[in-house]
């Protein structure tokens, strides 16, 4: 029986080989993380080198079309990889298509940095074919990673093990901070130069163009060294089991690297008329579970990203970050790069593991509502007396504030979401419906990268970016979010607790092998 095997993996005790396989799984978000993050610290280097303009008083920024794809473009090839690996995962097995997505990530990692051409448009062109590419190998990432991981994991630690895959991208923004700080501090040491205001075309030194290519480029190195052992592992016994419904296989793939002892069992096989995805039975089953997992997901990533994406204009507002022709090119990119890693190291890192730390005592449910909640009450805080905050002996108050948003969104549903839809699905769904519910959120997430790029925009046109339309300004943008937030508190009640219960009690499969 299916459920022999499955159930000593359930019991199975907690193991060095599921540490090793956090590592594994985990350097693609490594890989995710760091590049979201650095493509924010070099888009303002991007707008110097390859969009000055002559006699201007302040340096070149990217026009709004090419700031807007150079953000966006990874985000849609994310989402379409999220779709056809998700789906792909479940047709093939999971191992079959989990070293594609490597190899895609690390090659597109390094074809970003060289992006060709001496004019801006060939370079942005290249550049956005690239992170398109890229994302389209990440996004395969979401729902290979977490079926994996959920699948090799016992119940009562699996949420933790997930969450620890999904962790990974807070190592990752670190390094992508440590690496670009470090780098612009060198550059800027060797390569001296005056600020914009002195010296408009002295202040961008021509090696500059190498530093944003090299920190691009260095993210794909740590993905790439864990490519072997990608290989190595064994597809998941509950795949082989349930889905290629090869039970023999299952016992001895799981009993070489997990050290549980499963009896190989005569192959017997136990298809049955099995619903298949989106038929009325799957709906009555799963369809509000899959509506709960897609629409928080899109309600977080919108207010996630539309954060991060204006987080460098915050903390100009604030004085974190002079203006910028009082600086020089690389000299920008180190106070940026240092102004994110802090708020990074105080706040988004220790939200990951918060949740690592607490899903399997408190429940993914409690977890993501309480996220939630406290996002929608800091937003308004920081929305509704946003005039009180902006003056200069309340800014601290402001930050901590913003940092908590960040913490909570950690220590709540940006890791629940990733979590959830891993564990509730049918094992032969089980990579669709993530990569359906993590597409999803990256649609979230591409509503909140272009549309706040427009809306926090100054009301007073006069005051918005240069080539930028006038928008609803900062205060009533973190109102917007705020009402998104509380809607994300609502669709939680549609999300099912998966602490301590089985993959199999939580699918209904269970049942169905029963029958």
Request: aromatic residues 14%.
């Amino acid at each position: 029986m299916a459920n022999e095997v499955l159930s000593a993996l359930d019991a199975a005790r907690t193991q060095w080989y599921h540490f090793t396989a956090i590592i594994i799984a985990g350097m693609g978000f490594f890989t995710d993380a760091y590049d979201l993050f650095c493509i924010s610290l070099v888009t303002k280097m991007l707008g110097r080198i390859y969009y000055h303009v002559e006699g201007a008083k302040s340096p070149g920024t990217l026009p709004p079309h090419v700031s807007a794809a150079v953000n966006g473009v990874a985000l849609v090839g994310t989402l379409t990889g999220q779709l056809f690996f998700g789906w792909l995962g479940d047709k093939l097995g999971r191992k079959k298509v989990y070293g594609v997505t490597l190899i895609l990530m690390v090659l597109c990692s390094i074809c970003s940095g060289l992006s060709f051409g001496h004019d801006s448009k060939a370079v942005m062109a290249t550049l956005c074919f690239f992170r398109f590419w890229l994302g389209f190998g990440i996004g395969g990432d979401y729902p290979l990673s977490a079926t994996i991981m959920s699948e090799y994991s016992n119940k009562k630690t699996r949420g933790a093990f997930i969450a620890a895959v999904f962790a990974m991208q807070g190592l990752g923004i670190l390094a992508g901070g440590a690496f670009a700080i470090v780098l612009s501090f060198l550059f800027e040491v060797k390569f001296e130069a005056p600020a914009y205001e002195v010296d408009p075309i002295g202040s961008t030194v021509p090696q500059a163009d190498y530093l944003w290519r090299i920190v691009l480029m260095a993210g794909a190195f740590p993905a790439a060294l864990t490519y072997y052992w990608r290989l190595k592992m064994p597809e998941t016994a509950r795949y082989t089991a349930l889905v290629a419904q090869n039970l023999e296989q299952a016992a001895t793939d799981m009993s070489k690297v997990l050290k549980v002892d499963i009896e190989a069992v005569p192959q017997n096989s136990t298809e049955t008329s099995k619903y298949g995805l989106f038929s009325k039975q799957f709906l009555l089953r799963h369809g509000l579970h899959l509506l709960g997992t897609t629409s928080t997901w899109f309600l977080l990533d919108i207010a996630f990203y539309s954060q991060n994406l204006f987080q460098k204009d915050i903390f100009s507002a604030i004085g974190w970050i002079p203006p910028a022709k009082t600086m020089n090119a690389i000299g920008e990119v180190y106070k940026i790069a240092r102004a994110q890693t802090l708020i990074a190291l105080c706040s988004t890192v220790p939200g990951y593991w918060f949740t690592v730390a607490f899903i399997d005592k408190m429940g993914r449910f409690a977890i993501q509502l309480m996220g939630f909640f406290f996002m929608t009450v800091f937003m308004f805080a920081l929305a509704i007396p946003y005039h009180y905050w902006t003056n200069k002996d309340h800014l601290m108050g402001f930050v901590v504030l913003y940092s908590l948003t960040f913490f909570f969104s950690n220590f709540g549903p940006n890791a629940t979401t990733f979590v959830v839809p891993a564990e509730i699905f049918p094992a032969r769904f089980r990579s669709t419906c993530h990569g359906i519910s993590a597409a999803s959120g990256k649609l979230g997430a591409i509503v909140g990268a272009f549309g706040f790029l427009y809306l926090a925009q100054n009301q007073d046109k006069s005051k918005a970016d240069a080539g930028f339309p006038a928008g609803i300004g900062v205060k009533n943008s973190l109102l917007v979010l705020g009402g998104i937030n509380l809607l994300g508190v609502i669709f939680t009640f549609l999300v099912p607790e998966s602490k301590g219960k089985s993959l199999e009690e939580m699918s209904g499969e269970s049942n169905e092998e029963n029958n």
